[in-house]
T-cell receptor, first 118, second 110 residues
Framework: DTEVTQTPKHLVMGMTNKKSLKCEQH?????MYWYKQKAKKPPELMFV???????INESVPSRFSPECPNSSLLNLHLHALQPEDSALYLC?????????????????FGPGTRLTVL | GQSLEQPSEVTAVEGAIVQINCTYQ??????LSWYQQHDGGAPTFLSY????GLEETGRFSSFLSRSDSYGYLLLQELQMKDSASYFC???????????FGKGTTLSVSS
């Protein structure tokens, strides 16, 4: 199974709502990532989890809260979002965390959740 | 800082060959990756060059010259389905995350 799955595919929420995005992989990868992507722009890293611990937070606002319940699952909890947070949210995984080791050559991306904040 | 520069758009016809260039400025360089992303889809990995030279995978090849801080993706025998965005990417200085170029939109016409 070389797949990263994400749910939901689409999400529309108001600025006062609380929602969660889910990501799952069963490749035994030890690193998992959240990216935000706006139209016609590259993916922008938000968070990195390595061995279920938060390793990198790219100065993301606290209205985004990541969680890694186990080695296969990654959640992104959303609260009090702004319309400018509307974007495609991508989850990715890779075998290892640091380049220079084995297996960090490739990141596997999920299909993303298209989020609209009204 | 770290930056990767690539052309914003490239157009070509079916059956042609196209080269997408990527120049980078990084302190601490691990290698160059290429990702393809169709409209509405997820980025998918195409190739990774850690060392100088050419890597070939079917119709796609990728080249790296570390001395010139330059790489390219070569797509041969272009097909309509190759119309997509192509991103070069490189790890950050700590080797802990990928930094993406702004992407090149390839349009293939018949």
């Amino acid at each position: 199974d070389t797949e990263v799955t994400q749910t939901p595919k689409h999400l529309v929420m108001g600025m006062t709502n609380k929602k969660s995005l889910k990501c799952e992989q069963h490749m035994g990868h030890r690193a998992m990532y959240w990216y935000k992507q706006k139209a016609k722009k590259p993916p922008e890293l938000m968070f990195v989890y390595s061995y279920e611990k938060l390793s990198i937070n790219e100065s993301v606002p606290s209205r985004f809260s990541p969680e890694c319940p186990n080695s296969s699952l990654l959640n992104l909890h959303l609260h009090a979002l702004q319309p400018e947070d509307s974007a495609l949210y991508l989850c990715a995984s890779s075998q290892d965390f640091r380049y220079g080791g084995t297996g960090m050559d490739e990141q596997f991306f999920g299909p993303g959740t298209r989020l609209t904040v009204l | 800082g770290q930056s990767l520069e690539q052309p914003s758009e490239v157009t070509a016809v079916e059956g042609a060959i196209v080269q997408i260039n990527c120049t980078y400025q990084t302190s601490g360089f691990y290698g160059l990756s290429w990702y393809q992303q169709h409209d509405g889809g997820a980025p998918t990995f195409l190739s990774y060059n850690a060392l100088d030279g050419l890597e070939e995978t079917g119709r796609f090849s990728s080249f790296l010259s570390r001395s010139d801080s330059y790489g390219y993706l070569l797509l041969q025998e272009l097909q309509m389905k190759d119309s997509a965005s192509y991103f070069c990417a490189s790890p950050n200085q700590a080797g802990t995350a990928l930094i993406f170029g702004k992407g090149t939109t390839l349009s293939v016409s018949s």
